[in-house]
């Protein structure tokens, strides 16, 4: 199925994944209504930390590993992305610490996916200042700039959700619907499973520099600094646990004991993931359907790839080369 610029478009979901999609298809001159009933950034890309990391999450990530050069693609793609809106990616990198059989461990990963890497201070971090690998935003203000973005080219914005009963008013609907399920709208979500996050911010720690990563935690400087994350495999509540949490605490602590001082608020999401850890993007089996879901831990670095693999389906253009890795009915023809 093809559609014409102008044709309209709902896109159903304001997270990463359909603000960076919505954006991208009004760029491109769709008429494009996005939905969301769900106050802003009160989602899984709301809490997220925002890192664009091909690099950490291929060596940290088992699911991600064999993924790391797709993951660097998506990447590439952020600054033309980013182009023009009121947000900063920060290329600050990033920096290992930890035990030394830990860090040899570490170390042998990053050379077995043949990534360099430099030794610091008795820390790995991933290169010098100009090449560093691993980026990223600040989720919420980032979710605000698409936003803002989308409506100054006169995206419209309805503060629903998306039922089957809105399909006849449009020539195509995007579903990016996060963990929330709408597998009334398309057979194929019924293959994603949640995995819940918990994710501490802090009032006071590193401001700037590199993501800190050690033994099952990292450190997001900022502001807030965050500290994350959970990975909770089959659960889709909101619940803050603090046993979790404590875990994280401790962790992050050994980093940087100077957080004890810190007061932190834990903030929970709900990350929806395939077998195969990458987003299923394209046709649905439902004509009409579209579908932008399913980006697990990596949503925020996926976002420009999966808009623009969907604003190519849409025109009728050839996706390239990642459609057939992303391919939203790869589970279903099996
Ligand atoms: C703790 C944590 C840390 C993370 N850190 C990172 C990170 O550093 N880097 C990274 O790349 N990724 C990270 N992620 C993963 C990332 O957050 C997700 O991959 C990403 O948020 C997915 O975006 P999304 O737009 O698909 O879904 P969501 O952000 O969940 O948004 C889906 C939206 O769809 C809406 N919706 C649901 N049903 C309907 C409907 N019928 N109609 C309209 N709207 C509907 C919901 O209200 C919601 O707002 C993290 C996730 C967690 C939980």
């Known amino acids: 199925m093809e559609t014409k610029p102008r044709a309209r478009v709902a896109v159903a979901g304001a997270g990463a994944i359909g603000s960076a999609v919505a954006l991208t298809l009004a760029r491109a001159q769709f008429d494009v209504t996005l939905f969301d009933p769900s106050p802003a950034g009160d ?3 709301g809490v997220a930390a925002g890192m664009l990391a091909p690099v950490a999450e291929a060596v940290f990530d088992p699911v991600s590993t064999p993924h790391l050069a797709v993951l660097r693609r998506a990447r590439d793609l952020w600054p033309a992305f980013a182009e023009g809106l009121d947000l900063a990616i920060l290329r600050d990198g990033l920096r290992v610490e930890g035990r030394g059989d830990w860090l040899a461990d570490i170390a042998a990963r990053f050379e077995a996916l043949g990534v360099p890497f430099q030794r610091l201070d008795g820390a790995l971090i991933d290169a010098e200042a100009s090449d560093v690998e691993d980026w990223r935003v600040e989720a919420r203000p980032a979710l605000a700039a698409l936003r803002t973005a989308f409506d100054a080219l006169g995206g419209r914005f309805q503060p629903r959700a998306f039922t089957p009963a809105d399909l006849p008013a449009f020539d195509a609907v995007v579903l990016a619907t996060g963990a929330a399920g709408a597998s009334g709208l398309a057979p194929e979500l019924s ?3 949640p995995i819940k996050g918990q994710i501490l911010r802090a009032d006071r720690g590193p401001a700037t520099g590199p993501v800190i990563r050690g033994e099952g935690v990292y450190i997001c400087p900022g502001d807030s600094p965050a500290i994350g994350a959970t990975m909770e495999a089959g659960r889709n509540d909101l619940m803050i646990d603090p046993a979790a949490t404590d875990a994280l605490r401790e962790a992050a ?3 940087r004991p100077e957080l004890a001082e810190a007061v932190l608020t834990t903030e929970v999401g709900v990350r929806a993931a395939t077998p195969d850890g990458l987003p299923l993007v394209g046709w649905s089996a439902m004509p009409g359907v579209m579908l932008a879901v399913g980006a697990r831990r990596n949503g925020w670095l996926l976002a420009p790839l999966v808009a ?11 996706p390239g080369p990642d459609a057939a890795l992303f391919d939203a009915r790869r589970f279903s023809r099996t």
Not at 308 to 318: F, H, R, T
Request: charged residues 20%; glycine residues 4%.
């Open 191 to 193: 293959i994603l499973t």
């Open 308 to 318: 623009d693999l969907v604003a190519s389906y849409l025109k009728g253009d050839n």
């Open 253 to 255: 602590l050994r980093l």
């Open 43 to 45: 989602n899984a890309s």
